[in-house]
């Protein structure tokens, strides 16, 4: 029997206080993505992955988003991203990453970067980080 890896019961505390005391960004973001409003795909948010918590998932395409305020800026914490984002594709996720200011900046563009990658189409950016 495999191990279950996402949602374990003993994160879920932590994924509710994280959907309830979300970012002003994630709440943007998520205005735009709830109720399968982009390319009819379903994603949820706070979605536990081993033991790693990520902002939005779309299960049917494997995707993940991030949404990456300040504190991803530092080199201790973009290492510990690099090394989070390389466990989850190992495991077959596709992870993108977003400012939070390009989700006020430009939503357009963050929601076009997301369809592309749900239609499976050339990302725009042509890498992960958006």
Request: proline residues 1%; charged residues 35%; glycine residues 6%.
């Amino acid at each position: 029997m495999q191990e279950r890896i996402q949602n374990k019961t003993s994160f879920r505390k932590l994924r509710k206080d994280l959907r309830n005391n979300g970012t002003s960004a994630e709440a943007a973001l998520w205005l735009q993505l709830k109720g399968k409003q982009l390319h009819n795909k379903k994603f949820r948010r706070q979605q536990s992955i081993e033991s790693f918590i990520v902002d939005f998932y779309c299960a049917s395409e494997k995707l993940i988003i991030e949404l990456d305020g300040d504190v991803h800026w530092d080199v201790v914490t973009e290492d510990n991203d690099t090394l989070r984002d390389k466990r989850l594709t190992e495991l077959g996720f596709t992870v993108l990453r977003f400012e939070n200011k390009i989700v006020f900046e430009n939503m357009d563009h963050v929601l076009e970067e997301i369809g592309r990658w749900v239609n499976k189409l050339p990302s725009c950016e042509g890498g992960r980080r958006a």
